[in-house]
């Protein structure tokens, strides 16, 4: 009995956030295969520049664990303030803008570290990519005050 309150409990949560995250589900998921190829890139770049260690592996990892920390974060906020606004009697319909913006800032950012990652195997790349991805590396640091892919 107890097994199955358990798993009727976990299956009405899975489908709220399924339900919650429909609007978040595409972007999610770029995400996490861009998080995935940064992270087999940077390997690529350790093991080639013989800089490659079980640490930093690990330290990679937790990094992109965190990043989908923060995007849960943000869909929090978003919650709290659809929340709030209708108890204030505002309708919000489906507000997602910070779970949303931080999923793109750090797709973003995960496809800048891949540039730079293959840009340091020595893969060769259009001028114009190059030039671009210079361009958003410098916006997002001034806009986001750190420095993407580190």
Known sequence: ??????????S??????????????IPVAVLTGVM???YISGMANAWASKTLSSKTGILGIVK??????????????????????????????????????V?????LNE???????????GVPLPAFLVKVIEKLKKTT??????EPGK
């Open 141 to 146: 640091e001034e806009k986001g005050g750190e």
């Open 1 to 10: 009995m107890k097994e199955n309150t358990i798993k009727a409990i976990a």
């Open 111 to 121: 496809c800048i570290s891949i540039i730079e990652n293959l840009s340091r195997l």
């Open 12 to 25: 009405a949560a899975a489908a709220g956030v399924g339900l919650y995250f429909r609007e978040l589900f």
């Open 103 to 107: 999923t793109v800032w750090l797709i």
């Open 36 to 38: 995935a190829l940064d």
């Open 64 to 101: 992109k664990l965190c990043y989908l920390l923060a995007v849960a974060v943000a869909v929090v906020a978003d919650w709290v303030i659809q929340s709030a606004a209708g108890k204030a009697g505002l309708e919000l319909g489906n507000f997602y803008a910070f779970g949303l913006l």
